[in-house]
């Protein structure tokens, strides 16, 4: 599966975990229990896989402290064996890295300041003033406004765009096609005069402030603040095809899974989890560590944690159809339950 | 905040308002009530940001007519402060332009017309027949597909692609990773022979044909028509990771919020608002006036104004599964109320 | 409309049709039967329109065998009219295509193997070890990342990217913004330590494989796999904006509309049909030849073909805040139905 080879011995002191057996024992890739063979390292991080432990034909198994007897094979022991995992999948990826310097079909303004050991890939364009700090990775063509700045260690991946005077800061990993810093959705209505019924564009003269070791994913918009700055703050993980509208502030370490869109305005707090195709509107406030679920639509603040839904389960067409009527007549089934009531209360 | 620094008097002229104070203050930016200090321009165009106004350390506000007594600083008088603030921002906008001419890593086929005053930016690709109007901007790395025509003013950020004859209209703004005159979504279905089960593409033939002043936002995707035109009128304004199927028409001066989706043919009359994550099904007519909320799912025409919604309201995990349970036996609910109903009508 | 034009008998030959009238008419494009003109095919294969049928001025109309009586132009007899109408457009379709051969502004890495039949735009850039098989078209700007095969008469539009190690089966199509093969979304949490509240990203080892004649949409994300690939099947058909994360599965014709969400390893089976804007979440296994609403929201697997939906119909905003409040009350509402149950049958 990869192309690197390192012994159990290695694993273990990289990982700085004990391990149980042949420390030469070479290692060539992770795989799943049930799929791992005797080069692969594998890991049981979640009870409900555990019955395939016994027959697992795995090199090592990364595994708790606990369960160490019941594994047959040699093993590497974790407080935290999901971690110890995520972890040991870095030192297999072989994911192609570009080689430091500047790409000589790269066009990069003259008052761009690049750490010497930063790459700059193929066709990518850098404008004036841009500061680009050690060992940040910038995919092929990928489009950097002027001003921007980029703190160690960041990277972007193939054809990403910022805009002008967006800061990253160190660690973070921005995926192909996420536009970062794009004008915010910002149009006043014009009630009089020949142009009545058009709109007045708002000029978003804010930015983008991203904080260390952000995930940003593939082909989601950020854009920048209408007057303040539109602020995501450290360690927070976004996935792809995201809306992130101008003056959100997201606080740290927050999750937001792919599909999600968050209005104008709306400040989100630390440690939340917002699942996938979820809503918010503008101009609220949601706790730290606010659980939204999947496809939840949030129309208001939130201001303690807990979980929070919105919309109906799902079910066959025929019977949904029946329901989604009756929905659109629950006032009247309420009235009716409350007359029914009264009915029965005035005959005791 | 920006670079740009003019006088009260300055400002006052060249929105064409009413000033009261110092005309020789120096401005220098924009900022809320709130925020904003001695060198700043602020705004009062919502009666709940009234509280901020006697307190402000602004240079100067933008303000109606009737609360000039209670502004305690320089004052710009308007008809309609918010217009005013929209048009203000403009002034101090300092993103940075491209200068006229076209960059010398740009590609542009020898059979494309590009106005002497538009700016092509760096590796930017313009195909055959391509016709650009005067100061037209197009962003680095935009790809514009042959025989497309961009007429006057228009402005295409960076990293945007338009397909083959796409026609844009004068003052436009396009944003980045935004994808116009992609190929509609048209497959037939194969029901026989050694294929069966396979989609046949249909080619879809018509383009994309964009008004004046329409902006559109980033990630945003517009498909080519199948046989005809899909139509976005004059001053439609489009927000991010909107779709847009094949043979849609939109009227003019209609708003649509981020991560919408608008499925084939559907028909949306003008000045219609619809809000962010809203969804409408394909071959509807929306009438002239409506206002979709967020997230609605619009299931057939529309045809009158007025504001439509759908979906439940947000609630507490717990409490929602109890209910959205209870939705999936709304139909038996509604019986039973029936059966109530009939058995004490009995005992009458 | 097109630039190409055939004579009906030329038309009949090449769709292997059988055609009544004047083989030697010259025709040159297609149109609905109420647009049409002398000069254009048209087509009736949905008996909605079969009222344009005796007034058409279309050239030429193909139709079902039975109805040729009733056609009063001349005609194109098939079985299945709309799959006739597919190939026909084919044959109108006049989109440029790219000349073979690379475009001398193309960043081609030295080890790639680039067919000399397959035609690369300009500022691409092709990297290490990929390789291109016969007739395959690379637009402008498209970025192909190491190690990716593409194999023959695909065609990849202008600034799709495709990250390392993807493969695309024979014949596929993949839209302008497209991104193949971005990092899935996979992080574990940090519980204890310095740095506890943060992410530590897991490496995603796996890639994409794509099969034969897939279509991906614009600004479509599919991420690459956590330890095995995320696997889309032959024939599948993928509109704008999808969501597809790391590890899903899809099967052989499935149809996915637009702005639809997949979340991680759901496995979706053969020739289902998944309406626009609906979500899956993960890990759920949905059989072959489902039907998903629009906007429906799939929470868990489906065992058995059919139509499933989810959410409420539209209202007008009036009566859904009604209806919506009652919604949150539904619990308490079938209890009181259960409490009316009971009084009523205590008394009989």
């Not at 047959?72 to 570009?98: E, H, I, K, N, T």
């Not at 019924?197 to 904080?211: F, K, T, Y």
């Amino acid at each position: 599966m990869t192309n690197t080879s390192l012994t159990l011995g290695e694993v273990a002191d990289r990982l700085d975990l004990a391990c149980r057996g042949d420390r030469a024992r070479p290692l060539t890739g992770l795989a799943t229990l049930a799929n791992a063979e005797a080069h692969h390292v594998s890991f049981l991080a979640n009870a409900k896989y555990r019955k395939f432990l016994h027959e697992t034909r795995a090199g090592a198994v990364i595994i708790a402290k606990n369960l160490v007897d019941d594994c047959p094979v040699d093993c590497l022991l974790a407080d935290d064996p999901y971690l110890a995992y995520a972890r040991l999948s870095q030192l297999f990826d072989d994911a192609p890295m570009l080689p430091a310097g500047i790409h000589s079909t790269a066009v990069v303004a003259s008052t761009a300041q690049i750490d010497a050991s930063a790459a700059i890939g193929p066709l990518c364009v850098i404008g004036e003033g841009v500061v680009i700090g050690a060992e940040v990775s910038v995919g092929a063509g990928t489009v950097i406004g002027a001003n921007c700045r980029i703190d160690a260690g960041s990277k972007l991946h193939p054809r990403v765009t910022l805009l002008h005077g967006v800061t990253l800061g160190s660690g973070c990993a921005v995926h192909s096609g996420a536009v970062i810093g794009g004008d915010g959705f910002g149009f006043a209505p014009i009630h009089a005069g020949e142009r009545r019924g058009q709109w007045e564009r708002i000029a978003q003269l804010g930015s983008v402030h991203i904080g260390r070791n952000v995930s940003i994913g593939c082909n989601t918009a950020i854009d920048r603040g209408a007057l303040d700055d539109t602020v995501i703050a450290d360690n927070v993980i976004i996935d792809n095809l995201v809306q992130i509208a101008h003056n959100v502030q997201i606080g740290e370490g927050t999750a937001i899974a792919g599909s999600v869109g968050i209005a104008g305005s709306a400040i989100i707090g630390a440690h939340c989890m917002i699942g996938g195709g979820a809503g918010i509107v503008g101009h609220v406030q949601i706790a730290d560590g606010v659980q939204i679920q999947a496809r939840a639509f949030i129309v208001g603040s939130i201001d303690k944690p807990g979980a929070y839904a919105s919309g109906t389960g799902m079910m066959e067409l025929r019977d949904w159809r029946r329901n989604a009527v009756r929905f659109s007549q629950l006032e009247d089934m309420y009235k009716r339950i409350v007359e029914l009531e009264k009915q029965l209360s005035n005959r005791q």
